[in-house]
């Protein structure tokens, strides 16, 4: 006996095409939620993009939150300076607050001075970071003159280079001890 084909039941293609329609529909709603949030703003200023080595070089930062309520205001700014062209990563200092107290509607000031006589002459890319948002702003300087350049101001790259070493190292050493171990028991 055949079942009746009524005008009630819809065939089991029309579930999914339906389906499939429904969550095509609800594809830009779910995109526009997931957009990151608004970093703070970071400009970094310098004193002068041509410097002449034994002349101070002031770095000024600004950070402003822009009243966004989890935007907390750092300590202070981290500053890398990599040579140009090669890419490689010369030195990496702080930069810390003026004043104590700063909200998160307010513009920071950050500022520190340094001689000029630490880098050779030379291309220098400046990149000042927010450690809390990873917001960034970016200054290229031209030190000309013959800066001997200062041992203690790349004394912190010589060790982290060394650390990194050093650490490789012994993870190599702890994972064929661990391997020697596992091939022991087995």
Known sequence: MAKDA???????????ITAAVIFLLLIPGIAVASTPPVQPSLLLNISSSDVHSDMPLLLSVRWNGLGIPFHEPPESIIVDVFSLPEGKQVATFSIPRLENAC?????CTFEKTIG????????????????????????????????????????????????????????????????????DRT
């Open 6 to 16: 009524g005008l009630g039941t819809i065939p089991a293609s029309r579930y999914t």
């Open 103 to 107: 909200g998160r509607d307010e513009i």
């Open 116 to 183: 000029a006589g630490d880098l050779q002459s030379g291309n220098y890319m400046l990149i000042a970071t927010d450690p809390l948002s990873s917001a960034f702003d970016r200054q290229v300087i031209t030190v000309t003159g013959h800066g001997a350049g200062s041992p203690g101001f790349h004394a912190g790259i010589a060790q982290e280079q060394v650390f990194l070493g050093i650490s490789f190292g012994l993870a190599v050493l702890l994972s064929g001890i661990l391997v020697y171990l596992i091939r």
